[in-house]
């Protein structure tokens, strides 16, 4: 591993230039790839890293031949789509021991894909198991044309230390490739949105630590889709459904179109409710690395704290800063003193 840091980014513009670059530096020529782990779940976060990917590629003049995400992926048909063709796995803050099955799907495919070019695209690393990385070591570094990009350098120190064998490079984070179409907001702003985590990764309770001190105007919630959005969610996902318990289908390219069209309308759900949510705001406080991300490419005031294992604070150090209109609180008790808040509070 040669790199050690990013270069000192000033400007969106220079953080999606650096990505362009490593992504035609691993992909060499290819003009067409397969994206595998793709997000068919109510996350924002994994939806706007997907959106990034899928418009990096298509700057790059990339084409994506195939696609699943970890259950409904058919070897038989992965080669009948895309012979010989590159695999890219989606990148995001899984990868590691914090969410098992999602490893467990990234080491099959590398081990059963020596043939094909491999890029485990930008992710945060993280194993709390040493037995776990050494295994994950073992099996990556068994391929002969993985590379496992990081999206920060703290990843990037805790892989050479857990997985000293296998090929690592930095590249940000895959969201901020996405432009949303409302860069600007209308109409009359909002309350301050508190958008805190529910799960494994929150760390402390955010939302109590700030309910307090908020007005009737402000809102508490996490990440989902609602309302009839989330009615037409459950509609769409039918096809998958199917497939995921009925493994022929998973063969069958007409369901894999179904599925495919199913999947896009998904994700373009789960944008436009991450979007309906954050723009227009006093103010977003938050312990969501991607709800971060969304409110400086709104241009929206926020304020972002850490979660459990330490990923936001390097990846706003080396890069997400150049959003401007926020800040990062290391602690959700910091929060409540950030000049960010400050500024809101008095309006």
């Known amino acids: 591993m ?8 000033e ?12 992504l035609q530096d691993t992909l060499s020529s290819a003009s067409k790839v397969v994206l595998l782990d793709i997000p068919t779940h109510e996350n924002v976060g994994d939806n706007m890293i997907w959106q990034g990917e899928i418009e990096y590629l298509k700057r790059l003049h990339v084409r994506v031949a195939y696609e699943a995400d970890i259950f409904r992926h058919s070897r038989k048909l992965l ?9 890219l796995l989606h990148g995001g803050g899984n990868f590691g021991d914090v969410w098992p099955v999602f490893q467990e799907f990234r080491e099959r495919v590398v081990a059963d894909n020596h043939d094909r070019r491999i890029v485990q695209l930008p992710q945060t690393v993280y194993f709390q198991s040493p037995s776990r990385a050494a295994q994950a070591n073992a099996i990556l570094s068994a391929h002969p044309n993985f590379t496992l990009l990081v999206r920060d350098t703290d990843s990037l120190e805790r892989a050479s230390s857990a997985l000293p064998d296998v090929n690592v490079r930095l590249c940000p984070d895959m969201a901020l490739g996405w432009t949303p ?42 990440w989902r889709l609602t309302g009839w959005q989330k009615a037409l969610w459950k509609v769409t996902r039918v096809p998958g459904r199917l497939a995921r318990v009925v493994p022929w289908l998973r063969n069958s390219a007409l369901m894999f179109r179904v599925i495919r069209h199913a999947n896009e309308f998904n994700r ?22 991607h709800a971060h991300v969304l409110a400086g490419l709104l241009s929206v005031p926020y304020v972002v704290t850490e979660n459990n294992y330490g990923k936001i604070g390097p990846i706003f150090q080396n890069y997400t800063h150049v959003l401007r209109s926020g800040t990062f609180a290391p602690k959700a008790t910091d929060v409540l003193s950030s000049d960010v808040l400050n500024r809101v509070e008095s309006r």
């Open 268 to 289: 373009k759900q789960n944008l436009l409710a991450g979007l309906t949510l954050v723009r227009g705001r006093h103010a977003v406080i938050t312990n969501r690395l």
């Open 79 to 87: 080669d009948r789509l895309a012979p010989n063709t590159p695999i």
């Open 11 to 22: 400007s969106l513009d220079a953080v999606r230039a650096f990505t362009s670059s490593v």
């Open 181 to 222: 179409r409302e860069a600007r907001t209308r109409g009359k702003s909002r309350g301050i949105l508190v958008l805190a985590r529910e799960d494994k990764e929150a760390a402390g309770d955010l939302a109590a630590e700030i309910e307090l001190h908020l007005g009737p105007s402000h809102e508490v919630r996490d």
């Open 2 to 9: 040669s790199e050690t840091a990013f270069p000192v980014f």
